[in-house]
């Protein structure tokens, strides 16, 4: 599968991503500090939800994590893998080649968002990880509505972050920490936590990086 930025002309490739671009070149998935081995965490909550296995899941900023490993050997098959890192895409895709069926690969940047928001009635947005990036509050507001264009009424939200008392950077970068009700606070009062929970996650370095886990279902109204 081809991942191109575009087919026009070639843009300028803003210094953002050409960090995370690096990093997915520099490194091998396995030696990343964000890797995890297993994604249980985020598949039990997914398994709350109940979705049909055949709904529109969208792993935002998803990077080359094995949870879409884990969601195709679980039988989803309407996964979209998202990233604004082509190589992290790439890493990804040369993985999976013989599920290209099941999984869409969306190049897009959640800052300056114009693919997702061609996407509608998401099932789940499923996020680890990359939420805690923006630190600036227009990123912020950019990602929220984003989430709220594309979300079903009855959807889900999942959204595992670094904790308050979480480490202060990751990969380099500055982060926004959060708690459970500052994501609701974000989120707003269409959207119902339906639980959360810290996780303390042990990197490849042995470095303890505290999360919180948060799930969140979309009213109906
Ligand atoms: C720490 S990694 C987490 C990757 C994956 N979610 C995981 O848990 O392994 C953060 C990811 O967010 C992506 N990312 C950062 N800023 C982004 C943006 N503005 N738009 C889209 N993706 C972004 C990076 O390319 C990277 O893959």
């Not at 843009?11 to 500090?33: R, V």
């Not at 928001?117 to 984003?146: C, G, S």
Request: with cysteine; hydrophobic share 40%.
């Amino acid at each position: 599968m081809a991942i191109n930025e575009s087919d026009g002309e070639i843009p300028m490739e803003s210094p953002l991503k050409a960090h995370w671009n690096e990093a997915y070149t520099k490194t091998e998935t396995q030696k990343l500090g964000w890797f995890e081995a297993s994604c249980k965490e985020t598949i039990d909550l997914i398994h709350k939800t109940k979705i049909a296995k055949d709904a529109p899941i969208l792993n935002v900023g998803v990077g080359s994590s094995f949870v879409v490993d884990e969601l195709l050997s679980d039988g989803y098959s309407n996964i979209i893998a998202h990233d604004f890192s082509e190589k992290a895409l790439s890493v990804l895709a040369n993985r999976l080649p013989q599920n290209s069926n099941k999984v869409t690969y969306l190049l897009d940047d959640l800052s300056n968002p114009e693919k997702l928001l061609n996407l509608r009635e998401v099932a789940l947005w499923n996020d680890r990880a990359v939420l805690h990036f923006f630190t600036e509050e227009k990123d912020q507001n950019t990602y929220f509505e984003t989430l709220k264009k594309v979300v079903k009424k009855g959807g889900f939200v999942i959204l595992a972050v670094f904790a308050l008392h979480g480490a202060e950077k990751c990969c380099g970068l500055s982060l926004q920490r959060y708690n459970a009700a500052m994501l609701q606070r974000k989120l707003g009062d269409d959207f119902e936590l339906l639980t959360s929970f810290e996780h303390v996650f042990v990197n490849p370095y042995n470095s303890e990086r505290p999360y919180i886990y948060t799930l969140f279902q979309r009213k109906h109204k």
